[in-house]
T-cell receptor
Framework: NAGVMQNPRHLVRRRGQEARLRCSPM?????VYWYRQLPEEGLKFMVY????????ESGMPKERFSAEFPKEGPSILRIQQVVRGDSAAYFC??????????????FGPGTRLTVL | GESVGLHLPTLSVQEGDNSIINCAYS??????FIWYKQESGKGPQFIID?????DKRQGQRVTVLLNKTVKHLSLQIAATQPGDSAVYFC?????????????FGTGTRLQVTL
């Protein structure tokens, strides 16, 4: 059973360009979370999605950032008109839903975005 | 709880000694807590979890202690090995049977010396 997959692993963009980060959850997992990590800091929640639905986007910046998890295909985190402050590691996690316990999140290897 | 810092606190431990990593949290509503290990260039890896109605849980070489009175969590690693060198984060979540975001602490870097 493959783990959470993210690509690309490294992404370099110039200011003003768009960045697209992809996440394929573990098989059987229907929930995806995106987190951002700045150097020497903990992970900060951005958004939580189920298939075709955004459940919680309380951590998403109001502008330039969007996320989707279509019926088919990976979840996409999209950053428009990137700025240097967007440089960070972006981690995706997925979880199943179990009614009897909390739902452990499994993390992918991350995408390291560098904005020049 | 969450705090933002420019530099992670570092714990240096000699190989074979026990390590204790601490975490303070602010959200009393957390139903469970998880310790994650993050090696350089990798995603967080689950180590051990504890429900909020417990005060201690043991795994293989690791023990997590929860003190809800002072909102404090600790991770004890027995007989620390070089492979334990990493950054350790505590995280809190809510809701059994549902899915919810995790709130991460700042993290502690563990350095194991030979």
């Amino acid at each position: 059973n493959a783990g959470v997959m993210q690509n690309p692993r490294h992404l370099v963009r110039r200011r003003g360009q768009e960045a697209r980060l992809r996440c394929s959850p573990m098989k059987g997992h229907s929930h995806v979370y995106w987190y951002r990590q700045l150097p020497e800091e903990g992970l900060k929640f951005m958004v939580y999605l189920q298939k075709e639905n955004i459940i919680d986007e309380s951590g998403m910046p109001k502008e330039r950032f969007s996320a989707e998890f279509p019926k088919e295909g990976p979840s996409i985190l999209r950053i428009q008109q990137v700025v240097r402050g967007d440089s960070a590691a972006y981690f995706c996690a997925s979880s199943p839903i179990r009614q009897s316990s909390y739902n452990e999140q499994f993390f992918g290897p991350g995408t390291r975005l560098t904005v020049l | 709880g969450e705090s933002v810092g420019l530099h992670l606190p570092t714990l240096s431990v000699q190989e074979g000694d026990n390590s204790i990593i601490n975490c303070a949290y602010s959200n009393s509503a957390s139903d469970y807590f998880i310790w994650y290990k993050q090696e350089s260039g990798k995603g967080p890896q689950f180590i051990i979890d504890i429900r909020s109605n417990m005060d201690k849980r043991q795994g293989q070489r690791v023990t997590v202690l929860l003190n809800k009175t002072v909102k404090h969590l600790s991770l004890q690693i027995a007989a620390t090995q070089p492979g334990d060198s990493a950054v350790y984060f505590c995280a809190g979540g809510t809701g059994a049977g549902t899915a919810s975001k995790l709130t991460f602490g700042t993290g502690t870097r563990l350095q194991v010396t030979l």
